[in-house]
């Protein structure tokens, strides 16, 4: 390949269901080596399977990949040059191909019936058509050349199989993995072209990634022992020279490192593993999606792209375009990745934080009409989101954090704070609601001082009054800074709380 080829890749799913997060994470690396080359990003719908396929799972690919904010330049929905963009549709470019790999004697007409091959895997429980036994076998290189064209032309169905050498080193640079070898006698002659004329993956991959002029192919390490096969086609194919570079991205893994993660991983254990909410249309079951549970795109995204890259340093949070910048795929690891859900919460927790209050703001009201609030002015709504965003691990988590900003508790958690509860206590807050009614500047610093020197004249400590005060406002210990919370909460509604709470401490 020349160094002037201009950049393209494809993320090339197959659309059987919802997208799980190493497919998206897929996606991403080829957007983000597109991107950071100035290249196109392609998606390319794997639908030749037609007995996998599914309604409903092609827009959810679409969904997914817009909701990450990584939409290819070129798809189904926005077709480029280099059409159609499904390969079910692309169905009539392929049997040449196989055709012509006959001819050059690379592949074969193979005209066992399902139900023979049946028979030879109960025979024996290993078996794989191959050169060891392809002459055993019922195809055009084990009968005379006049029985295959009877059986052609008597319309006999067939599939086309790849004639893999027996006895050859298969090898190609892998942009992660560096120089990686097979031996072809242990990869099976795979079908190319099935008896349906559908072309297989194997055939329908290399066809679609030399006719849509890829550059490099990132996908999935479980493809690596396709790859030969997929070698060899662009070798038989005579386009040697314009194969793509090929990048076997890591597993990823599940929690404890033992073995790849799967969606019954995600049940069992309690956490995601499918982008977004899938139901599935023959039985209607769902399965639970990141984006449903309440992570950001941005957090998502970000959790994805460190999962199994780094960029040398010991940062962790990057934007989609800091890691357009800084995307090398020399700096992708070998190893598999272990999935860990709970740095997955701290990423959309950091996420809450660094977020403009305006694109949560809408949510954010949601979640309060929910609550049956309404009518909340903006600029309220705007800080008091502001003193909790950094307690939030899901924007969800807003109303267990916040309702006290919005309804007035009516449940105090004085448990523990009763016991030591007394005269000279009361009459403090007593007086800090004089002081608090004359108090012309209603700030947080401001009150923060009043209520502290007030403490320290009283001859109290100051452990023993933070925590009732919090108490009388919040209705528990928790939330932001108290005078903040002060301040927010405006001074009538402050004084009426100290008052309606003071009595339940007696
Ligand atoms: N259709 C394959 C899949 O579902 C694509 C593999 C590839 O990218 O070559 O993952």
Redesign the pocket.
């Known amino acids: 390949m020349s160094s002037q080829k201009r950049v393209r890749v494809?993320?090339?799913?197959?659309p059987?269901g919802g997208l799980h997060l190493g497919?998206v994470r897929?996606a991403l690396f080829n957007y983000l080596f597109a991107r950071h080359h100035q290249g196109d990003f392609i998606l390319r719908i794997?639908d030749t399977d037609q007995t996998r396929f599914v309604p409903g799972a092609e827009e959810y690919i679409n969904e997914c990949l817009n909701w990450c904010g990584i939409t290819p330049d070129e798809s189904p929905q926005n077709e480029g040059a280099y059409g159609p963009y499904r390969q079910s549709e692309r169905k009539a470019s392929y049997r040449q191909y196989a055709e012509e790999l006959i001819e050059k004697g690379y592949a074969y007409y193979a005209f066992d019936t399902p139900e023979e091959l049946e028979e030879e895997r109960k025979l024996q429980p290993n078996f794989r058509y191959s050169h060891e036994n392809r002459l055993n076998l019922r195809n055009s290189l084990s009968l005379p050349p006049e029985e295959t064209e009877k059986l052609l032309a008597e319309g006999r169905p067939y599939t086309i199989r790849i004639k893999m050498p027996a006895e050859e080193t298969v090898s190609f640079e892998d942009m992660i993995r560096g120089r990686v070898s097979f031996e072809s006698g242990l990869v099976d002659d795979k079908v190319l072209l099935k008896a349906d004329g559908m072309p297989t993956?194997h055939l329908a991959?290399v066809v679609d990634d030399k006719a849509m002029d890829i550059s490099h192919?990132f996908?999935?390490e479980e493809?690596l022992p396709s790859a030969p096969v997929h070698v060899l086609l662009w070798e038989y194919l005579g386009w040697n020279d314009q194969m793509p570079k090929w990048a076997h991205l890591p597993l990823i893994l599940k929690p404890d490192g033992n073995g790849k993660l799967s969606k019954r991983d995600g049940d069992r254990l309690g956490f995601p593993v499918y982008a977004m909410n899938w139901t599935d249309p023959k039985t209607g079951d769902l399965t639970k999606g990141f984006r449903e549970m309440g992570f950001m795109s941005e957090a998502f995204v970000n959790m994805l792209g460190v999962l199994g890259w780094n960029d040398g340093t010991e940062q962790e949070l990057f934007s989609l375009s800091e890691l357009i910048e800084k995307f090398d795929v020399s700096r992708v690891n070998k190893s598999g990745a272990k999935f860990d859900f709970e740095k997955a919460k701290w990423f959309n927790h950091e996420w809450i934080k660094k977020s403009d209050n305006a694109e949560l703001l809408p949510q954010l009201k949601d979640i309060l009409q929910a609550h049956t609030v309404s009518d909340v002015p903006e600029g309220y709504l705007n800080n008091v989101f502001s003193s909790v965003k950094e307690r939030l691990t899901f924007v969800e988590d807003f109303w267990a954090q916040a309702s006290f900003f919005f309804v007035a508790p009516d449940n105090f958690d004085i448990e523990a704070v009763k016991p030591k509860w007394n005269e000279q206590k009361e009459s403090f807050f007593k007086e800090v609601i004089d002081l608090f009614k004359q108090q012309p500047d209603w700030k947080a610093t401001v009150l923060e001082v009043v209520f502290k020197e007030k403490i320290a004249n009283s001859g109290l400590k100051m452990g023993e009054l933070m925590m009732p005060y919090r108490i009388m406002l919040v209705g528990g210990k928790f939330g932001p800074d108290v005078f903040q919370i002060t301040e927010l909460l405006g001074q009538d509604e402050v004084i009426r709380r100290i008052e309606k709470a003071l009595p339940l401490f007696r």
Not at 10 to 14: G, I, N, T, Y
């Open positions: 494809r993320f090339a799913p197959s059987t497919g897929t794997e993956y991959v192919i996908r999935g493809w």
